[in-house]
């Protein structure tokens, strides 16, 4: 008898210690379910078929939802400011389940009625031009960029009339900062005109208002050792390198990965129905001089500042 109870007991004690691992290896897995919410599902889309212009701006989104806890979904136009398969590709991501959008609107106004009846849904955040309806925009003051950037040539200008690059078509954005420019010229008495593409005849001053124009405008100076200043806007390596050589006189600047980083955090915080604001990015007019300064530093060479920390 004794050593059928002893066989009992030893019995009943292997049993607690095996329910007390079984119990030790799945009510951890529960918590952490309950835990970690669900990765958001972000779906991310420039106007440009060419992305190399907005490496650091990627960079800073996907910082942003690695913290965050979502996941981004980058799309590529075929055509360069296509705004009918921009409003395709969205409403099939919206179809699909992105809890929210990131866009470079490449006509803000036909986007925000292509989407109107799903914005409350999925709500999306545009970058360079405001959008109604939107979560929020992250830019510069694209007016107040125009009219500095006008300025800088003004300190420069002797004679001779100012071409300005208008090469963004309804981009709004782009827009006011061409509109602004033009305006600040005009009141200082300065010829001005706008044209889509570079003259092949002699021009002294150009003005260009997206990275992209700037940077071919750059090139095509260099390539044809051509004379004008240029005067332009973006941070990009390519850009900053014409800047070091003085292929650009002067560029507006301002931080792509906190622009990137901003757009995605408030299209989570409007995925989640999280009140958040956005604020205008601020930026700088910078000539080659102040490439090196170190306040531009994390401007213009953001990740090599923080690995260097």
């Known amino acids: 008898m004794k050593s059928r109870k002893s066989n009992w007991i030893q019995i009943g004690i292997l049993a607690v210690l095996g329910l007390a691992v079984i119990l030790s290896l799945v009510i951890p897995q529960v ?11 972000l779906s991310v889309m420039l106007r440009d078929t060419d992305s190399s212009g907005w490496t650091t701006a990627r960079q800073g989104m996907e910082q942003a939802a690695d913290e965050l806890g979502a996941e981004l979904r980058f799309l590529t ?26 866009a470079v609107p490449a006509d803000p106004s036909a986007l925000s009625a292509a989407l109107e009846q799903w914005l409350v849904v999925c709500p ?3 970058l360079e031009s405001p959008m109604e309806g939107a979560a929020g925009v992250v830019s510069p003051d694209n007016p107040a960029l125009g009219r500095q ?7 420069d200008w002797n004679g001779g009339e100012v071409l300005l690059l208008d090469t963004a078509g309804p981009c709004s954005g782009i827009t006011g900062r061409l509109e602004a420019a033009e305006a600040a010229l005009a009141g200082a008495g300065v010829p001005a005109r706008r044209i889509q593409t570079l003259p092949e ?8 208002f997206e990275p992209a124009a700037t940077q071919r405008a750059a090139e095509k100076k260099e ?8 005067y332009g806007v973006g941070t990009s390596a390519a850009i900053t390198a014409c800047l070091e050589r003085g292929s650009i006189t002067a560029m507006a600047a301002w931080s792509d990965y906190a ?44 990740i090599m500042s923080s690995s260097s920390r």
Request: charged share 20%.
């Open 31 to 41: 918590f952490r379910g309950r835990a970690s919410p669900q990765l958001l599902s």
């Open 77 to 102: 136009l075929t055509t360069p400011n296509d705004s009918a398969e921009q409003e395709i590709l969205f409403l099939r991501e919206i179809e699909g389940g992105a809890a929210a959008l990131v």
């Open 124 to 126: 999306t955040v545009t």
């Open 149 to 155: 950037l006008a300025e800088a040539l003004l300190e």
């Open 201 to 208: 005849e002699a021009a002294l001053w150009v003005m260009a």
């Open 223 to 230: 390539s044809e050792e051509r004379g004008f200043a240029l």
């Open 259 to 302: 622009a990137g980083y901003l757009a995605v955090r408030r299209a989570v915080e409007a995925a989640r129905g999280e009140a958040g604001t956005l604020s205008a990015l601020p930026f700088s007019i910078l000539r080659g001089e102040d490439i090196y300064a170190p306040e531009n530093q994390k401007l213009l060479f953001p």
